[in-house]
């Protein structure tokens, strides 16, 4: 098969890949609401935000409920006295625009749009309760902020019941990372055993997104347990039915494209995930501990692990061992995963994403470049073989079972293999698809500038680097010989075949276009290389 035609064969695999991607992308319909989800959901009208759970003693107090606000080199969070719940998480390290100079917002609560990290007791004695509503917390200040010299901050909220037994709400926060320690502490001093459970979950407002073609991100909740590492949970999964899985440890998140929050209960302790979707267009997906006994005149401390930040693999690895996967390569993450590591590596050795982009170019052409070699070395065989294949297409053209025969064994008399020059071009394909990923998913990358880019994980706004892409492919297609056989209408999509590929381009990743415009540059010094080679021997 001839060169030319497989970058016919290359443009309609990326396109059927690309569509069929995004009609596999999960949408997020907005779900009728009705009173029978709420009721199915275990979830009452009085306070659709808390579990259902049994009875509790959700006592007042008349406390300020002024918002709390908490600055960390990483955060600043805003936290309602009412429950306790994050309602507002600014990622300080983080741009919510290239030229802006506001943080990225990943937690907010506005009139049209709600996402909050929640958490409470509930159970016989829990102080937040489907009926009562939620416990209101008092706090010595209202401005808490991590400063130079110390590497950890502890956030205290209390909260004293009507029976005398008090609660402390402690958010640990440590200077460099995007995981808080939520912890209550129990200090019962009643003269009777209370039973409670803490609960942890992730409320969003479900709305439906447009999808770009090129970059069809997940906007949804996914969990894990103890046999499902990963699974995607969308809106509309929510709206069909409940999630409802027992398991030891496991966690629940949301994940939007770069950033991702979670709540990952204790590994050791049995959990119970669920999801729910509530009036108002709103979701939950969170989990409930197992059930506490706290003796008399004792105390106790219950505690869980909530992730506000970006997908930094290594820093979710770090809070369990398959949180790391809300990083979703896809179905090539075998491949994607050393892919990544080797871009990693070269990024911390040249300081600059492009240029880590172009070794990896480099060295994947370069462990290619036997196969690359094998696949010219068959196409110029093929072309020697013209002839003989007119020849034959004369005499048995009208016989096609014949026609099939005759060739395969001219073939093989010639050591000739037809579909040489196709696997070089397929193996590409996988690793291509699986960059993608790769740099679709890599935070690191998001306004990561290299020359004229400014960020290399959207489309180059000056369609510089699709032209140049262009460009390379047409200087391709000319120093490669046009086969005789090859029909006028085949001949007539080669020539278009760059335009169309720079239209297409367009809308890639500057990052990955510039993987390919490397890879194209690297194939025709190659070229020039091998058939100088081929020259010499007479095949060219």
Known sequence: ????????????????????????????????????????????????????????????????????????????????????????AALLTHKQELDGEDPFVLLEQTDGFTYTAQSGLIGRDGIDSSVNGRAVFASEKTQYQLVDGQDTLDVDLTYQAANGA????????????????????????????????????????????????????????????????????????????????????????????????????????????????VSGGLSNIGYRGSLVDVAPNSQATISADLFIGPKDQKALSALSETLNLTVDYGFLWWLAVPINKVLMFFQSIVINWGLAIILVTLTVRGLLYPLTKAQYTSMAKMRQLQPKLQELKERYGEDRQKMGQVMMELYKKEKVNPMGGCFPILLQMPIFIALYWVLLESVDLRHAEFLWLEDLSVMDPYFIMPALMGISMYVMQKLQPTPATMDPMQQKMMQWMPMIFVVFFIWFPAGLVLYWLVGNLVAIAQQLIIYRGLEKKGLK
């Open 1 to 88: 098969m001839e060169s030319q035609r497989n970058l016919l064969l290359i443009g309609l695999l990326l396109v059927s890949f690309f569509l069929w991607q995004q009609w596999s992308v999960e949408q997020n319909p907005q779900p009728a609401q009705t009173a029978s989800v709420e009721q199915q959901s275990g979830i009452d009208s009085a306070s659709s935000d808390v579990p259902m759970a049994d009875s509790s003693i959700a006592d007042t107090q008349t406390v300020s409920k002024e918002i709390i606000t908490v600055v960390t080199d990483q955060f600043e969070l805003h936290i309602d006295p009412t429950g306790g719940d994050i309602v507002y």
């Open 166 to 277: 008090s609660y402390i709400k402690r958010f640990s926060l440590t200077r460099g990372q995007h995981d808080i320690k939520v912890s209550y502490i129990i200090n019962n001093t009643t003269d009777k055993s209370l039973q409670m459970q803490m609960y942890g979950q992730l409320k969003q407002s479900i709305s439906s997104e447009s999808k770009n073609l090129m970059m069809p991100t997940y906007r949804g909740s996914a969990f894990s347990t103890t046999d499902t590492r990963y699974e995607k949970y969308t809106f509309e999964d929510m709206a069909k039915a409940n999630l409802d899985k027992q398991t030891l440890g496991g966690w629940v998140a949301m994940l939007q494209h770069y950033f991702v929050s979670a709540w990952v209960p204790p590994a050791n302790e049995q959990n119970k995930l669920f999801t729910s979707v």
